[in-house]
């Protein structure tokens, strides 16, 4: 019986992970569910999986949670804080932890199930884009496995032998990760100027929460997803490639050097990369409708425009100048994309906001965490500075 940490268990994976979990009783049971501050969401999944342990990152909600709980009659131990996180995620009640804290806010805790040897089933791309030598450091240390829950990177770990990283001598030439373009493909930039949030977590295949929507929406979500590949896979920035496929049916593939090119199929559903993750190497039913391809009949596929979205290129060129470029790149993301969501950023210029804080803060090499999440909080520092001079 897995024991399951569910860090971020009120949220888009969060939820689709409980349902895998409820689907299989006898194989896992989710001993650990943590939320931000959504305590009466948090509360629900407690009375109805009942955990060993609650926690509500934000401590001054703690109480209104323990109320909650009691008024249930859940009897689970009660945990608030950052730090709590953190100590679960290493703990003993977890075997096994889904990361699934959304944004930087997931590091520390992505970091500590690493150290302590459990099986990382990793959705927090945000953690491996910002920290990644430093997160295959602690994996190597706590020995235990990392199995990618990012649709894209678990279809090209089912399309590699053995699931295992490996180029040049496995034969694999390149790994193409597919797009689906987002909500905007096909779109020049005169018709992104006045994008609404809610236009942009309209996302047409895959419904997510919204940080991740309008990373899709921007095709930021395909560069982090390129950096996530590039540390998973152990793969240079120019065996990388990008193709727009809209109808998300093709989760990515690996091009061999004799021209096989081997790719994981199904419908737009997480449960199918949660489900693999969680049961790997064994297969276990997801509630995936099966793929019928002939209702599809289309396959299509296309170059990204990196002119238009140019969070894609921002990307790579970061992944390219190497050191802690791309925790610059995405904690101005983050910062930028808080503040088009609050309303107070043109949707274009959240591409503008990034290029900026990464020519001001010339990348230095990743040493340790701390320098890390000094660099990160360096770095949303410039974005709030070119945020308040642009556009306020
Ligand atoms: P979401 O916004 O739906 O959920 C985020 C969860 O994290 C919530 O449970 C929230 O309470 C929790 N949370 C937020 N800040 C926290 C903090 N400081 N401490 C503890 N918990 C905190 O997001 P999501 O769409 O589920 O995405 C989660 C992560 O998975 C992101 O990194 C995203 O990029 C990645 N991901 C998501 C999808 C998807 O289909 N949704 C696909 C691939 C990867
Ligand atoms: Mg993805």
Partial sequence: MRQVGVLG????????????????????????LVANRGTEALAKLCERFRPDLAIVADPAMEADLARRLAAAGVTCDIASGADAVTAAAAGPL?????????????????????RAGKRLLLANKESIVMG???????LREGGGDLIPVDSEHNAIFQCLPGGRPALGPSGVRRLILTASGGPFRGRTRAQLGAITPDEACAHPKWSMGRKISVDSATLMNKGLEVIEAHHL???????IDVVVHPQSLVHSMVDYVDGS????????DMRTAIACALAWPERIEAGVAPLDLAAH????????????????????AALRAGGD????????????VDAFLAGSLPFLAIAEVVERVLEELPPIPVVDVQTLVGRDAEARRAARGVLHRAYC
Avoid: M
């Fill in 233 to 239: 896979f152990g793969a240079p920035a120019d065996v």
């Fill in 325 to 336: 470029a791309t925790a610059i790149l995405n904690a101005a993301n983050e910062v930028a």
């Fill in 9 to 32: 268990a009120t949220g888009s994976i969060g939820t689709s992970t409980l349902d895998v979990i409820a689907r299989h009783p006898d194989r896992f049971r989710a001993s650990v």
């Fill in 261 to 268: 090119v081997l790719a994981q199929l199904g419908n737009p």
């Fill in 297 to 316: 009949a289309r396959l299509d596929f296309e170059k990204p425009d990196l002119d238009t979205f140019r969070c894609l290129a921002l990307a790579f």
């Fill in 94 to 114: 977890c075997d096994t932890v889904v990361a699934a804290i959304v944004g930087a806010a997931g590091l520390d805790s992505t970091l500590a199930a690493a």
């Fill in 132 to 138: 990644g030598e430093l997160l295959l450091q602690a």
